[in-house]
């Protein structure tokens, strides 16, 4: 960082800074970008006569991304200046800070601090590090659950242990299901406990060492028409078939009570997605060593990783068009399709037979809904790895999957333009080659 920005972070922190008070309770946002049906925030209003929304840009993870025009921080930054506006239209103001949550945390004396829970392993680490810190003070750290429906131990097993297959895992959450798990919080009838509050500095993606990314991103809008046709049109990514909400589920810009009311209404198949998602969050709670295969026996293959044909996986140059146009549409706009993103990742680990980390890394870098626990749980899938994965044999064919959702070349054609044409890459290995290859390679490596 240079000494201008850095002089720069400062000034704008100490301006901040000067807003929070013994009589102020901060309420810590992080992936819940909204101002309404948000649980700690609802706690804090209610709980709390002035309340002050806090934004933090973590260096922690900011400093690790190597893009400048990084689509997810532009998004955090369009929503953050949403709420902003929304609080100074009835008298308050968003803190917005820029830096290390655990010094920053060390500098401020509020009477306290709610916030929502985050299951990553760096943000639980994070939070029990500021908890501390706060706790020596003798300022509360309240935490709530808002990202998901069920958390953490909340759907076990009869004997208490995690499940670890979907099905029995959603049987009992759908048992488990009532209407208050869903229940809106009424955040708007505490809004008067907002801090009354001269508008605080907002700083530009500039500031913050960014740069707009040129994206367009999906609408916060749930269209209910195609959550009713989910289950027939979810598999063609050809045509509009799915919500789009990813990202805004994924920044809290929309409320998963919310979508779960939709869903029961709507589309049972289509709540069974958002299950998922509350699985994969589980999953991550207990068993949050990541960056290993959850079926350890997997770890034990042995990988190809040749990096020219990774380079033509990502770039989206490998003779399979299917792979091909959603690499493509991933690196043009930020999404993939479901179905594509689960036959991409089985290319790469199946026919390829490269790490699934490698690919896990790059979607981390390209999804604008990138999530770590559906991100390692869909490829740890794809790669038979994971706790309810593919089996190590299912190994997708292109060209079938091609047949079945995209039979006339629409999504193929939409993203490939030299498609059919001399300019289109010959296949980067064969099919028939590449699946009995990589049985053998797994069967060796299972059955040591």
């Known amino acids: ?58 260096t922690t993870i900011l400093d690790k991304l190597d893009d400048p025009a990084d689509a997810r921080v532009e998004f955090i930054h369009q929503s953050l200046y949403l709420i902003k506006e929304e609080l100074e239209a009835i008298g308050s103001s968003l803190l917005v800070l820029h830096g290390n949550p655990e010094d920053i945390f060390k500098t401020l004396e509020p009477k306290s ?26 300022i509360e750290f309240k935490a709530f659950k808002d990202q998901v429906i069920f958390e953490k131990a909340e759907i076990v097993k009869d004997d208490g242990k995690p499940y670890t297959v979907y099905t029995p895992y959603s ?50 809008k749930i269209r209910q028409s195609i959550i009713e046709k989910y289950h027939l049109q979810r598999d063609l990514p050809a045509i509009e078939s799915t919500s789009r909400l990813s990202v805004h589920l994924r920044f809290g810009t929309i409320s998963i009570r919310k979508l779960v009311q939709v869903a029961l209404q709507k589309n049972e198949k289509w709540l069974n997605e958002l299950i998922w998602r509350d ?60 179905r594509v993103r689960m036959i991409v990742a089985s290319f790469l680990t199946k026919h390829l037979l490269i790490d699934w980390r490698w690919g896990e890394a790059y979607f981390a870098k390209k999804l604008l809904d990138f999530d770590l ?50 300019d289109y890459p010959k296949p980067i290995v064969e099919h028939a080659f ?8 797994y069967k060796e490596a299972l059955n040591t």
């Open 1 to 58: 960082m240079t000494n201008w920005k850095r002089k720069l972070k400062r000034f704008e922190n100490d301006a901040g800074i000067q807003a929070v008070d013994a009589n102020t309770c901060l309420f810590w946002m992080r992936r819940d970008l909204r101002l309404h049906d948000n649980a700690g925030l609802y706690h804090a209003l209610k709980e709390n006569s002035s309340v002050l929304p806090v934004f933090i840009f973590d």
């Open 171 to 220: 049987k009992k959450w759908k048992a488990t299901l009532k209407p208050e798990h869903y229940r809106s919080f009424k955040n708007e009838d505490h809004f008067d406990h907002f801090k009354k509050i001269k508008t605080l500095p907002f700083p530009t993606l500039k500031d913050i060492g960014f740069k707009p990314s040129g994206l367009t991103f999906p609408e916060r």
């Open 373 to 422: 626990a559906a991100n390692n749980g869909g490829w740890q899938w794809a790669a038979g790895s994971g706790c309810d994965a593919a089996p190590y044999f299912r190994v997708f064919n292109p060209y079938i999957q091609t047949e079945k959702f995209d039979p006339e070349n629409k999504y193929i054609k939409k993203w490939i333009p030299e498609f059919g044409t001399k």
């Open 434 to 441: 590449a699946r009995d290859r990589v049985l053998a390679v």
């Open 113 to 138: 601090v709610y916030t929502n829970n985050d299951y990553e392993p760096y943000a639980r680490q994070r939070d029990d590090a500021v908890k501390k810190i706060l706790g020596l003070k003798n």
């Open 279 to 338: 699985f994969y969050h589980m999953i991550l709670w207990h068993f949050p060593t990541v960056e290993r295969a959850f079926k350890p026996a997997y770890d034990r293959i042995e990988w190809r990783n040749n990096p020219e044909e990774f380079k033509a996986w990502c770039e989206g140059k490998t003779g399979y068009p299917i792979v091909d146009a959603g690499m493509r549409e991933l690196n043009a706009t930020g999404f993939m399709h479901n």
